[in-house]
């Protein structure tokens, strides 16, 4: 049962415009939530991080954006690089802060000159 | 800056051989984690720990041991090594209350 799921394995985005990666999450329980950015032969990066508490952090050219609700995370990016081309991945925790990340499939980013 | 270092980079090892992964942290970080990535699959958690001889079982422990005698140091073990084991393996490591640092992966070819 894939308790952190995004749906899209891919998007194309032209430079300059904006790239949305969205992350579903079925665990209620799930209040910490991250993205993190992975290049081929190399470890995922942490990008961005949100609490349950909030509904939006912000960081230089990325933002998250949470819903409760619907159970859904959103990662902007604005304006969109070439450098931004690599896989990104959500992941979701409960208790507090990281501990045992449960993670989606992740969606590859590629960013068109 | 925090350094999490995975003692190879690429490894061939034959079916039914044990398979020693060893992960490194050298920020005094409670947590250390393995995960495997696969096509599809996103990253699976094998086996997590919280403190020294602490080992708790993640979503895909079979086939899987680890060992976390010193709290830099966190051993992924393979106890006989299987063609389905092939795969990327990730190492994390971090404070309850942070993001988790990952190690730059090891990929694992059985033949």
């Known amino acids: 049962d894939q308790q952190v799921k995004q749906n899209s394995p891919s998007l194309s985005v032209q430079e300059g415009r904006i790239s949305i990666l969205n992350c579903d999450y079925t665990n209620s329980m799930f209040d910490y939530f991250l993205w993190y950015k992975k290049y081929p032969a190399e470890g995922p990066t942490f990008l961005i991080s949100?609490?349950?508490?909030?509904d939006k952090n912000e960081d230089g050219r990325f933002t998250v954006f949470l819903n409760k609700s619907a159970k859904h995370l959103s990662l902007h990016i604005v304006p969109s690089q070439p450098g931004d081309s690599a896989v990104y991945f959500c992941?979701?925790?409960?208790?507090?802060?990281?501990?045992?990340?449960?993670f989606g499939q992740g969606t590859r980013l590629t960013i068109n000159p | 800056d925090v350094k999490v270092t995975q003692s190879s980079r690429y490894l061939v090892k034959r079916t039914g051989e044990k398979v020693f992964l060893e992960c490194v942290q050298d920020?005094?970080?409670?947590?250390m984690f393995w995960y495997r990535q696969d096509p599809g699959l996103g990253l699976r958690l094998i086996y997590f720990?919280?403190?020294?001889?602490?080992?708790e079982k993640g979503d895909i422990p079979e086939g899987y041991s680890v060992s976390r005698e010193k709290k830099e140091r966190f051993s992924l073990i393979l106890e006989s090594a299987s063609t389905n084991q092939t795969s990327m393996y990730l190492c994390?490591?971090?404070?309850?209350?942070?993001?988790?640092?990952f190690g730059q992966g090891t990929r694992l070819t059985v033949v």
């Open positions: 720990s919280y403190d020294v001889k602490m080992k």
């Open positions: 920020m005094d970080h409670e947590n």
């Open positions: 949100i609490s349950s508490i909030k």
């Open positions: 994390a490591s971090s404070w309850t209350e942070t993001e988790a640092f």
């Open positions: 992941a979701a925790s409960s208790g507090s802060g990281a501990q045992k990340l449960v």
